[in-house]
């Protein structure tokens, strides 16, 4: 580098400062200095200094409103709305309070937001560049094509109330609301191409928001206890239903609106202290009446949130000392069939929802007192009822899984199981109805053991398993039960 060096050389004699910047400004050699020291370039001065550093400015940032506001997440991509206009934000609605579709028939390809309809995600470099530009740097970095460049995904997920994911487009319904949406968008980093600092880290984000169609409320499943209801629980049997008519994990579909043909939904069968849930669709709590018909009543209790119903029936019954009695006497035997028609109302006494069932049988048990057949019989007469057939209890068939010679020639309901055990169908037994009878709190029935059954193989009488509905003659030269004693249950008919 070169240096221009100025030597400035004092006179001998004293003088005056005034008189010596006079007399310099006007002399040549001032004017002679001022033209060398103007033609010499920038470098040549003599500075020996040179710059090490970049100049820092500032990071890019988030945006959502032209620059005023810096944010560190993702929030403002999740908001949602809907096709009335009305629009939410990030946890503002929850699932006791669900947003309600304007129309009716819309899908969720109606709820407007920034992941598109035919996908389940979206880059954030698609959403944060043009034409949106949801970022600002004020140093002016970032500018031009591919100027800037944003990492991670905002990403939707939605499943019905029992957690199975549905697509967008899949048609809704009201038994499996509400709909849960979650938008999430990742953690990430947005930086430009130049700059000093040229990034900024962002958090990731999620919104949830808990959606129903636009839809009447309805009954959608009658529960019993799902116990013995699905092909999980003993290996290779298949207690399910029809997928008409039975959800292993929801119980009983309703089968009829209609008040004339109650008679195919659940139950057809009933005994004292049985109950079930009615799993009920867009609605409230609502106040229920009990209804009662010759002696047997249905009594409803909601949940605090009015989506289940528990309908609890009462009959006629036997007491614990009427089961040890020989001759307990007569028990009043309801005529049946009988319809029942229970109503939620709302409180203004308006009938919201109804749900209807036909009760064909009753049954009256000896709770935990087991006797031979012949005891089990006289004790069925002695409170005027009967001791039932195998098809009273089980539509199981002698063939397939659990069948063996020991049960040829037992007759169960129609439509038939695929085996030796019940499938769970509406009137086609009592214990297919019910599943599970230990299940049952309060209903007083026997314990992991056989029922009698009137029916026979020769002088063999047929009994029946109550907790899978399988079938076997009683022979007591080959069975390993106590001879001849197991319980009783008495039908209506």
Not at 183 to 188: Q, V
Not at 311 to 338: C, K
Request: net charge neutral; aromatic share 12%.
């Amino acid at each position: 580098m070169s240096r221009c060096v100025i030597i400035l050389t004092p006179n001998t004699k004293p003088v005056k400062p005034t008189l010596f910047l006079s007399s310099f400004l006007s002399s040549p050699l001032y004017l002679t200095s001022v033209l060398l020291f103007l033609s010499l370039p920038f470098s040549s001065f003599a500075l020996t200094t040179s710059t090490t550093n970049f100049i820092h400015g500032n990071a890019p940032y988030l945006t959502f409103d032209g620059g005023q506001t810096r944010v560190t997440d993702m929030n403002n991509l999740l908001g949602i709305s809907l096709s009335d206009g009305r629009a939410y934000s990030p946890n503002n609605n929850s699932s006791t309070n669900p947003i309600i579709l304007p129309d009716i028939n819309e899908t969720l390809i109606n709820v407007n937001m920034l992941v598109p309809t035919n996908a389940n995600s979206i880059a954030l470099n698609t959403l944060i560049g043009a034409p949106y530009n949801y970022w600002r740097d004020d140093d002016g970095d970032g500018q031009g094509s591919n100027g800037i460049a944003v990492t991670g995904n905002l990403t939707l997920t939605i499943t019905d109330k029992n957690n199975q994911k549905i697509s967008r487009n899949t048609a809704l319904d009201i038994c499996n609301a509400p709909y849960k949406v979650v938008l999430s968008s990742d953690g990430g980093t947005l930086s430009t191409q130049y700059g000093v600092p040229k990034s900024s880290d962002f958090s990731g984000s999620s919104a949830t928001y808990y959606i129903n169609p636009k839809a009447p409320p309805k009954i959608c499943f009658a529960k019993p206890t799902l116990r013995y209801g699905s092909d999980t629980e003993i290996s290779g049997i298949d207690f399910r239903g029809p997928a008409s008519m039975w959800d292993p994990s929801r119980g009983f579909i309703v089968q009829s609106r209609d008040p004339s043909s109650y008679g195919l939904n659940f139950p057809t069968t009933g005994a004292n202290n049985l109950y079930f849930d009615l799993d009920i669709g867009g609605v409230g709590p609502l106040r229920w009446d009990p209804v009662t018909h010759d002696g047997i009543t249905a009594t409803m209790t909601p949940n605090s949130s009015g989506t289940s119903v528990r309908v609890t029936l009462t009959g006629p019954v036997a007491n614990e000392v009427q089961w040890q009695s020989d001759s307990p006497g007569i028990i009043y035997r309801p005529s049946l069939p009988q319809t029942f028609e229970l109503v939620g109302r709302d409180s203004l006494g308006n009938a919201i929802i109804k749900y209807g069932f036909q009760l064909k049988q009753w049954f009256i048990n000896r709770g935990n007192k087991i006797s031979n057949y012949n005891s089990a019989l006289s004790w069925c007469n002695s409170i005027g009822y009967r001791v039932p057939q195998v098809k009273d209890l089980t539509n199981a068939v002698c063939s397939g899984p659990w069948s063996a010679d020991n049960c040829q020639g037992a007759i169960g309901a129609i439509p038939s199981s695929t085996g030796n055990h019940y499938q769970r169908r509406i009137n086609a037994g009592f214990f297919t109805e019910w599943g599970y009878l230990t299940n049952y709190i309060g209903a007083g029935t026997g314990h992991y053991y056989l029922y009698w059954t009137r029916d026979q193989s020769g002088s063999e009488q047929f009994i029946v398993y109550p907790y899978g509905g399988d079938v076997y003659m009683y022979n007591p030269a080959i069975n390993f039960y106590e001879p001849f004693s197991f319980y009783a249950l008495c039908s209506s008919s």
